[in-house]
């Protein structure tokens, strides 16, 4: 099969070449190009399917109007240099890391982010030597701390079920990019990625505050 045809015509050649291949043995260089056809549709599946889902996150952070960012900021701002200064400070190297244009520089951005969440966790919900709901939540354990401020602290069982998934998936993304950073790997972060993850940690913190 020439890569010529379309997608769905490959589609169509695949499915109809194992049907065939389902009643006879047929030529081994037929099933080799069938098998060849098959991995080609994957990858170009797979590439839809990165490209379908970091477009649909852009236009998700874009649909973020500027002032409801601003305002946030704004409010967080002001609230960290009370509680958390020092996070504020990394919040500054985060967007300093975020003006980078390497892969290193938006890893590090998120990291940077990492520590904003840890001193944040380290006001709101120090670190405690016993479990809190059958978790630990010691000094690295933030995403553990903020869970429990964010369990005490949300009265709207709604938007308290939002703000823990949100502690969750946030929480979980960064510490991944964390370890990423920590073995050299860095290609795996884009700068929207960072520049999303940086807005997603002012609304989470927004939240609990």
Same mark, same amino acid.
């Given at each position: 099969?020439?890569?010529?045809?379309?997608?769905?015509?490959?589609?169509?050649?695949?499915?109809?070449?194992?049907?065939?291949?389902?009643?006879?043995?047929?030529?081994?260089?037929?099933?080799?190009?069938?098998?060849?056809?098959?991995?080609?549709?994957?990858?170009?599946?797979?590439?839809?399917?990165?490209?379908?889902?970091?477009?649909?996150?852009?236009?998700?952070?874009?649909?973020?109007?500027?002032?409801?960012?601003?305002?946030?900021?704004?409010?967080?701002?002001? *609230?960290?240099? +009370?509680? @958390?200064?020092?996070?504020?400070?990394?919040? /500054?190297? %985060?967007?300093? $890391?975020?003006? !980078?244009?390497?892969?290193?520089?938006?890893?590090?951005?998120?990291?940077?982010?990492?520590?904003?969440?840890?001193?944040?966790?380290?006001?709101?919900?120090?670190?405690?030597?016993?479990?809190?709901?059958?978790?630990?939540?010691?000094?690295?354990?933030?995403?553990?701390?903020?869970?429990?401020? *964010?369990?005490? +602290?949300? @009265?709207?069982?709604?938007?308290?079920?939002? /703000?823990? %998934?949100?502690? $969750?998936?946030? !929480?979980?993304?960064?510490?991944?990019?964390?370890?990423?950073?920590?073995?050299?790997?860095?290609?795996?972060?884009?700068?929207?990625?960072?520049?999303?993850?940086?807005?997603?940690?002012?609304?989470?913190?927004?939240?609990?505050?």
């Amino acid at each position: 099969m020439g890569l010529s045809r379309s997608i769905p015509e490959a589609e169509a050649f695949v499915i109809n070449a194992r049907k065939s291949l389902k009643y006879t043995r047929g030529q081994e260089s037929f099933q080799t190009a069938v098998e060849q056809a098959e991995m080609v549709l994957e990858r170009v599946h797979n590439r839809l399917y990165r490209w379908t889902s970091a477009c649909l996150n852009r236009l998700l952070f874009e649909a973020v109007p500027e002032e409801v960012m601003s305002e946030t900021r704004k409010k967080v701002d002001a *609230a960290l240099a +009370r509680m @958390a200064p020092t996070a504020l400070e990394k919040f /500054a190297v %985060a967007y300093q $890391e975020l003006q !980078g244009s390497s892969a290193e520089n938006w890893c590090n951005a998120c990291t940077a982010v990492r520590r904003v969440l840890l001193d944040f966790a380290d006001a709101v919900f120090p670190p405690r030597d016993e479990l809190v709901g059958g978790r630990k939540v010691g000094k690295y354990e933030y995403i553990n701390r903020l869970w429990a401020h *964010a369990k005490n +602290r949300i @009265a709207s069982e709604s938007t308290r079920g939002v /703000a823990l %998934a949100e502690v $969750e998936d946030l !929480g979980h993304r960064i510490d991944a990019i964390y370890k990423l950073s920590n073995r050299g790997v860095h290609d795996s972060v884009s700068r929207d990625e960072a520049e999303r993850i940086i807005a997603r940690t002012y609304f989470l913190i927004a939240d609990l505050l």
